[in-house]
């Protein structure tokens, strides 16, 4: 069975970083392309980044294009976001999501997310 | 500002059928596969159709989804109370190089 498990949000200030972490279990991790997707409160979810089965190739939503890294350890079987200058419009629910193919094609299976609140 | 667009919302009486549409272009639904998800209150959203028309195991055949063109379809026959929830259809973006989500519809059973 597919679990995928966010940690590392919490509160923290405008401007400042955070390393979100997804540890993933029951399926090969290498073989298949990552997602990270958001939802802030009280709006419809919003893709953020993604990342090869390989970790290659990456692409950005163009919100967080150059404050966001994504990048993955096969070997730990965990996909991480780094997260730098933050703002208040970051806040949002964060979800780790895996792909049904080794890069960008379907969002097929969902975390149960990790929140993130940027606030002074 | 989201490139698929769904209704707001749909209702239905319980044991009748709601459709839901999603729209979009050459660059997403036309020319890539469309996935539906459910999210029920306060959980993380739930894949319901993928590839345009099927149903992963465990959800119900009374979910259904087609695609024509630049357009995609869900359909929810039997509606039942505990259908009540957000649908978003979603897709890759190959001219946005990204993966969007619809707007989103809120589901009601009257």
């Known amino acids: 069975q597919v679990q995928l498990v966010e940690s590392g949000g919490g509160v923290v200030q405008p401007g400042r970083s955070l390393r979100l972490s997804c540890a993933a279990s029951?399926?090969?991790?290498?073989?298949?392309?990552m997602h990270w997707v958001r939802q802030p409160p009280g709006k419809g979810p919003e893709w953020v980044a993604v990342?090869?089965?390989?970790?290659?190739?990456?692409y950005y939503s163009e919100s967080v294009k150059g404050r966001f890294t994504i990048s993955r350890d096969n070997s730990k079987n965990t996909l991480y976001l780094q997260m730098d200058s933050l703002r208040a419009d970051d806040t949002a629910v964060y979800y780790c999501?895996?792909?049904?193919?080794?890069?960008?094609?379907?969002?097929?299976?969902w975390g149960q997310g990790t929140l993130v609140t940027v606030s002074s | 500002q989201s490139v698929l667009t769904q209704p707001p919302s749909v209702s239905a009486a319980p044991g009748q059928k709601v459709t839901i549409s999603c729209s979009g272009s050459?660059?997403?639904?036309?020319?890539?596969?469309v996935c539906w998800y459910q999210q029920l209150p306060g959980t993380a959203p739930k894949l319901l159709i993928y590839?345009?028309?099927k149903r992963p195991s465990g959800i119900p055949d009374r979910f259904s989804g087609s695609k024509s063109g630049t357009s995609a379809t869900l359909g929810i026959t039997g509606l039942q109370t505990g259908d009540e929830a957000d649908y978003y259809c979603?897709?890759?973006?190959?001219?946005?190089?990204?993966?969007?989500f619809g707007t989103g519809t809120k589901v009601t059973v009257l």
């Open positions: 999501a895996r792909d049904t193919g080794i890069m960008a094609t379907m969002i097929y299976d």
């Open positions: 029951g399926f090969f991790f290498s073989s298949y392309a």
């Open positions: 990342i090869s089965y390989d970790g290659i190739n990456k």
């Open positions: 050459s660059s997403n639904i036309a020319n890539n596969y």
């Open positions: 590839d345009n028309n």
């Open positions: 979603g897709t890759w973006d190959t001219s946005l190089s990204a993966y969007v």
